[in-house]
């Protein structure tokens, strides 16, 4: 398998996460790409041109990080990251989302700030700032531990460390002695290690 890649971003740690997780890394060769500069292998295999792209032992490409995740999870070894009973599956895709969606509003930001000064919007930023706290807040409530794995706390504790690298003013530790607890917990972990983000 062929995963492309950039090492800052952290949908495609989430995938090489979990493929060390699920003891699939000696089976996946890791590409670094370049989306912004229109990669060939990328634009190949990605009509978006993102990272992270799988292509799969079949040779079916696939884009989206949690699809990814998801395949990697059921053909990879161990216990499985999305559970099959149906409410704990909910339980953890709810997680997975909310991890996401304080990704979304990071990603949003660190796009509005490339752009030059004077094209960029005020309200636009306060408002992905407030909905990232938000988002936040939310986890925070949902007090999740390291104690057992699962998609919505890898997705959780990539979300937490990419916004620590990417926003390093933000402040989303105050108040959230949950996530902080989370976030250390799971960065001593051998799959966090390696992939910590670049």
Do not use: C
Not at 15 to 22: C, D, G, L, N, P
Not at 41 to 59: F, R, S
Not at 171 to 187: C, F, I, Q, Y
């Amino acid at each position: 398998m062929k995963l492309y890649i950039t090492t800052p971003s952290p949908f495609a740690r989430k995938v090489r996460i979990v493929a060390r997780e699920k003891g699939l890394a000696s089976r996946i060769e890791e590409i670094l790409v370049d989306p912004y500069g229109n990669d060939p292998q990328l634009v190949a295999t990605n009509p978006v041109v993102q990272v992270p792209t799988l292509i799969a032992e079949d040779g079916l490409p696939l884009n989206d990080s949690p699809v990814i995740a998801q395949y990697l999870d059921q053909i990879g070894n161990g216990p499985a990251l999305l559970p099959a009973d149906p409410a704990a599956w909910l339980r953890v895709k709810r997680l997975e989302t909310l991890a996401n969606q304080a990704l979304e509003m990071g990603v949003k930001l660190v796009l509005e700030k490339r752009r030059p000064e004077h094209e960029r919007s005020p309200s636009w930023i306060e408002r992905w700032i407030t909905n990232l706290g938000r988002t936040l807040d939310a986890l925070e409530a949902e007090a999740p531990g390291a104690d057992t794995l699962d998609m919505g706390i890898i997705t959780t504790g990539v979300a937490l460390t990419w916004i620590g690298f990417r926003h390093p003013d933000y402040d989303w530790k105050t108040g959230r002695p949950n996530l902080v607890a989370l976030n250390r917990a799971l960065e001593q972990r051998q799959s966090f290690t390696d992939t910590y983000p670049e």
